[in-house]
Structures are given as C-alpha cells and as structure tokens.
C-alpha cells in the first residue's frame, strides 16, 4: 500500500500562486536551469488548470514546447519537477532514493494547487507521469480530465505478473544503474533525461503502477473523464496492461475511459519531448490536445 496524504486544495488563486513559489524555491543551484518547476499563468484563475507531470528520469523541460500550447488554450499551465530529477549533474546517483509515495505527495500537491489555478482541472503526464495521472484518476474526485500517456504499468512486453516478479527480484538487490541506451551511454538524448536508471527507483515507479493496478479492479476511479494514449509500436512498456486497467474502470459503469493507440509512429517511448528524435510532436502534440479537450468555446 502507499500512503497518500488528504486532499489540501487551495483556497484561491493567490494562494495557488504562493505554493507554486514554495515548489519552485526547492530548485536550487543543483537543478539544470531548463528543468526547474515551470507555470505559465494568465494572471488570473482560468476555466482550467493543467498540471503536466514528467517521465522517470526527465524534467520538466520535457514539455517545453507543449505546455505554451496548452497556455494559448486559455489554460493556466504547471509543469512540477519531481524529487531526485533534473539535476545538471546527469549522472546523479540521488534518484537511487526516490520512492512511491514521493510521487504520490508530489502529484496530490500540484492537483491541490491547481484548484486555485483554474475552476476544473486537467492532469497528463508520460511514463511515470503516466501513472501518476493514472493515481490521481483512481484517488482524486477533484480531477476533472486525466490523460495517462504511455503508462508503463508493465515493463517491455511483459505481463504484470512478471514485472511484479522482476520488481520484488530488484528489490531485493543491491542498487545498480543501467543506461538505457547502452550504444551511446552517457551521450544519451533527450538531454532533458538522466543517460541511465536507477533499479530501486524503477521498481519504486512499479509500486505505483501495482496501487493504480490493484485498486482499478476493486473500486470505480474518481476522475470525471480518463483518457489512455499510447504508441502501438512503443518498446518500453506493455499496452495491454493499460486497456487491462481501462477495462477495469469501465466494469465500475461510473466513469468515461478513452483508449487511444496511435498509429504511424516509430517504436519509441518519449513521444513528447521534442529533444527525442523519434519523436513526431507535430503529429502527437493534436491528439494529446484532443484527448485533454480543454478547447475554449
């Protein structure tokens, strides 16, 4: 089980503002200056709120070229940075002590803080920030709209049994980093990401992924609206554990849950960062606006 802490919604927009200053005071001189905690405010509470939370190992500059979008939507937009991320030091070995309820109170704070920013607020992230989303639309009846973008419920093409096998495995290893692209290691882009992974951080992630998993199939989300969207050819994680978890939510017969597969892209994860050169924002950028529906009449 992870602990989440109770809902803390701020009171007004003044005060949203004030807690997003607390946030980003904690990007000190450690933090790379693209990666630190981002809100692009219209000076006033919006229609909507939009929080964006980043992948395992990236930073908040991974949407830097899709949050102003967002922004011109009329949306208030806030891009946290997560504990342990975007160091200028890329080869950190501080992610090692990341854990699931880090990501948890980080993901309940920003949605308390959008409440201030906007009357109804939107959540979407990648990866881990997929599942963070995936959390908050389990937990969270104050989110209005959660887009989980590759999810990674489940390791490569593995089922969950085994990536709950390999979790317990790593878990009970000592700490050890891989990269993720061994051919060019640390010259790895995107270089919004740390080149390599910690296993005890990974397997941290996977415990959000197993709460999200476990819970869907027990109680109905709260989120008003959810929306999946995926690679079908992405390498990274299992697509149909996230129909799995749809269905799930679905049987509850209390919440809309959107399953979108997109078509034409090459076999890659990050599909939002366009410092990835697999990525085709042009093409996915639309469809993630379109799964948010946030269009202002």
Same mark, same amino acid.
């Given at each position: 089980?992870?602990? +989440? ?15 997003v ?5 904690l ?5 790379? *200056? ?12 919006r *229609?909507w709120?939009?929080?964006?939370? +980043?992948?395992f ?28 991320h ?26 308390d803080?959008?409440?201030g ?5 939107a959540?979407?992230g ?24 590759a ?48 296993? +005890? ?25 959810i ?13 149909g ?44 950028? *639309? ?9 202002? *009449?």
């Open positions: 089980m992870i602990a +989440h802490p109770a809902p803390n919604r701020a009171a007004s927009y003044e005060e949203a503002i004030a807690r200053r607390a946030v980003a005071a990007d000190d001189a450690r933090i790379a *200056p693209s990666a630190h905690t981002a809100l692009l405010d219209h000076g006033v509470k *229609p709120a939009v929080v964006l939370f +980043h992948g190992t990236n930073h908040p500059g991974q949407f830097v070229e899709f949050a102003p979008q967002l922004f011109a939507l009329e949306a208030n937009v806030y891009v946290p940075r997560m504990t342990y975007g160091y200028a030091d890329r080869m950190s070995r501080d992610i090692a002590a990341l854990r699931a309820e880090d990501l948890v109170a980080a993901a309940y704070e920003a949605v803080i959008a409440g920013l906007g009357e109804r607020v959540v979407l990648i990866s881990m920030g997929g599942l963070q989303c995936a959390y908050l639309a389990q937990f969270r009846q104050d989110v209005s709209t959660s887009v989980c973008v999810p990674d419920f489940a390791l490569l093409q593995l089922s969950r049994g085994v990536t709950d096998m390999l979790a317990w495995t790593f878990n009970h290893l000592p700490n050890f980093f891989l990269w993720w692209d061994p051919r060019v290691r640390a010259k790895m882009r995107p270089h919004t990401a740390y080149p390599r992974f910690s296993t +005890h951080a990974l397997m941290q992630v996977q415990r959000l992924a197993d709460a999200v998993h476990t819970a869907a199939k027990k109680k109905p989300p709260q989120a008003g609206r929306a999946a969207v995926v690679n079908r050819f992405d390498p990274a994680v299992n697509n554990v996230t129909r799995e978890v749809l269905g799930d939510w679905l049987a509850h017969g209390e919440v809309g849950a959107e399953y979108h597969e997109l078509l034409g892209l090459p076999a890659n994860h990050d599909i939002i960062d366009p410092d990835n050169a697999l990525a085709r924002t042009a093409l996915v950028y *639309p469809r993630l606006i379109e799964a948010l529906a946030i269009h202002t *009449p």
